[in-house]
Every structure is written in C-alpha cells, then in structure tokens.
C-alpha cells in the first residue's frame, strides 16, 4: 500500500462522495414523493390511474437501472430531449427508487385493520382525515422496515451512474486504476468513502426503526 499516494488521493475522493451523497439525497427524497402518491393509487385502485400506476411499477421493477439510464442519457437525445448526466442520472435513480418506495407504502396502507377506518368514518372524520390521522401513522410504521432497506439500496445503485461519465466513487476509482495502476489504494477509498456514507445512515434508520417499533408495540 503506497500510503503517501492514498493521502494524496484523498481530496479527489472526497469530491467524488460529496457528488455521490448529492446523488442519493435527490435520488432518495424525491423517490418518497413520487412514490407516495403511486402507493396511494395502488392501495385505493383510483381509476384512471390505476392501471397505469402498476405498469409503471412492473417496468421500473423488472429493468435494470443501467438500461434505464442508457435509454434516457443516449436515447432520448435521438428524439430531440438532451439532459446532463447528472439531471439523467436523478432522474433514473427516482424512475427505479419511487416504485419500491411505492410497495413498500402500499404494503403498510394495506395492512391497516379495517375495523380503524370505519371507527374513524363513525366519530366523523372525513375520508381524507381518516387517512392523514388514522391509515397513514400506521402504514408508515409498517413500511419503515422496507422504505429503510430502499434507501440504503439507492444509495447503493449510485455507483452504476459512473457509466455515464458522473464523476462519482465508482467513476473515480476506475479513473485511479486505469490511470496510476493504484488498484489496491483506489479500493481502499472507495470502502472507505461508501462505508463513511452507508455506516450513519444504517445507523440511523435502525434507530429509527426501533423508535418505531416501540412506539407502535411496546417494545
């Protein structure tokens, strides 16, 4: 290990984390609002929407992450829409994020007993304060668990952005390598910066969780 190139490495890396913890923090905040509002619609089988929520849900689910961000980095181009990496970018992670955000949060809205609802209808909540104060509480701290998981897996997936020339971790490290021969500093950063991001975030969720379960049970 060539420890004075690691140190001189390091500026290059932190840059690279800070544009990897943008990534994740759009990529992660705007799947949650995206995948709300889907999440309602699948719950409550509102029509129209229905039918178009889930085939949204199917697609983003069952292609990878890569092809949906070639398609929109190289092939929307050919039909005259032309974004930056970074703009395509974000825009893949929410198209892949806000779909598992979406189950997830159907899951914990479907798992409301019914019996909550209508004493919520019968002292005179309206439909939507019925949601807001009686379904949502609840369905969030059944979906937590998941929404957790998907965080962290976002965050995870912004190392395929380097095929796009974002200057990320992954980009970066491949850059050392390919440039300086430094395979085994590179990978050390690269651990190093993802374990520096990932580590408090797990940390906190799990806190979280925890506040939650104990909240709902007791426990």
Known sequence: MNWPYLIDAIPKFADAAKL?????????????????????????????FYALARAYIELSRNTPLLIQLFFLYYGLPKMGIKWDGFTCSVIALVFLGASYMAEAVRAGILAVPKGQVEAGKA???????????????????????????????????????SAVGIAELLFVTKDVIGMDYKTNEALFLLFAAYLIILLPVSLLVRRLENRIRRAKYGV
């Open 123 to 161: 002292v005179g909540l309206s439909r939507f304060q019925v949601f807001r104060y009686v379904e949502l509480p609840q369905a969030w701290a059944v979906a937590f668990p998941a929404v957790a998981a998907n965080i962290l897996f976002l965050m995870k997936e912004t190392s395929v952005i």
């Open 20 to 48: 990897t913890l943008e990534l994740s923090v759009y990529g992660v905040v705007l799947s949650l609002l995206f995948g709300l509002p889907v999440a309602v619609v699948t719950a409550y089988r509102i029509r129209p």
